[in-house]
């Protein structure tokens, strides 16, 4: 849950102020304009819309598809790595004490 929170927080799906954070906890929009992620994200959109016009097409289905895939492929990523990133939280804590 926490994970899903944060990834759509990251990616612009839902706004910061529409969910509550733990005290001290910020996540900021990766794809806002200002951001790298944005900012490739912009690309890949260009890039899309020139191998359509040169296709001679709006939309190719393949490129939808590695999009789409490359979008499945971070989203599990990124839970992976909050999961990954739980567990040294804990492991450091039991090591502490």
Do not use: H, W
């Amino acid at each position: 849950m926490q994970a899903e929170l944060i990834y759509q927080i990251l990616n612009g799906e839902i706004e910061k102020n529409e969910v509550l954070l733990p005290d001290g906890v910020e996540v900021a929009d990766e794809f806002s304009e200002d951001r790298e992620c944005g900012r490739l994200y912009e690309r890949v959109y260009k890039a899309k819309l020139r191998l359509g016009k040169r296709l001679g097409m709006d939309e190719d289905s393949d490129v939808e598809e590695i999009i789409n895939c490359m979008c499945s492929i971070s989203r599990i990523l990124a839970d992976k790595m909050f999961g990954y990133g739980m567990n040294f939280q804990m492991c450091s804590r039991k090591k502490d004490t």
